[in-house]
């Protein structure tokens, strides 16, 4: 990539990972939940799983996968049923003071969530095939500086969530008002497995 490119694909990268999604969702609970500080693992993993979804984007391996219907399907049932049980769990999450660890999503949980985000796999698939020609495809540098790119770009993107959702945290002192929040931020969640299917 010259610069011109690269600035594109960063810019391209920072609007992927900003807009509203699954991720996004989990990045803001958890920022309520714990935040900045102690979330700070959430946004990092997410960014880096979605870093290595492009380096393998890069080398056709999204399109290998789109390719076979049982994983195609596999992925899904496996992704719904991550995505539901992640909903349980904020769902379920109390006030900030009275159990601060139970709505964390941390960087393991938020890496591996990337493979099962459907939005995740369509940039993944978007960013080889618009940013990349076909001779770059076995390029392994190429690809691992499209990896390192989108993650730089992606986590400040997590990062700018994760400090609303500790914003967010200042008006949910009582029960009421958490129990509020965490289940809006539940059905969000559980609302997306419908971006599964489509």
Not at 39 to 61: E, N
Not at 95 to 119: C, H, I, S
Not at 124 to 135: D, H, K, N, P
């Amino acid at each position: 990539m010259d610069t011109g490119q690269t600035l594109a694909f960063l810019l391209f990268a920072f609007i992927a990972a900003v807009t509203p999604g699954p991720s996004n969702t989990l990045v803001l609970s958890t920022g309520a939940a714990v935040g900045t500080l102690r979330g700070i693992g959430c946004p990092l993993g997410a960014s880096l799983g979605m870093g290595a979804m492009i380096v393998l984007s890069a080398f056709g391996v999204g399109e290998i996968v789109a390719a076979a219907p049982a994983i195609v399907i596999a992925m899904k049932l496996a992704g719904s049923l991550f995505l539901l049980w992640l909903a349980w769990k904020i769902a379920n999450a109390g006030t900030v003071e009275a159990d601060g660890q139970r709505g964390v999503v941390g960087f393991r949980q938020a890496f591996l969530f990337q493979w099962l985000n459907p939005k995740g796999w369509l940039v993944a698939l978007s960013a080889g095939s618009t940013f990349l020609v076909s001779s770059q495809h076995a390029d392994a540098r190429g690809a691992l500086w499209m990896g390192a790119l989108f993650a730089a770009a992606a986590f400040p993107a997590g990062f700018v969530w994760l400090v609303l959702g500790a914003l967010v945290a200042q008006f949910l002192r009582t029960p009421r008002s958490a129990r509020f929040f965490n289940i809006a931020m539940a059905l969000a969640l559980a609302l997306s497995v419908a971006l599964v299917w489509r």
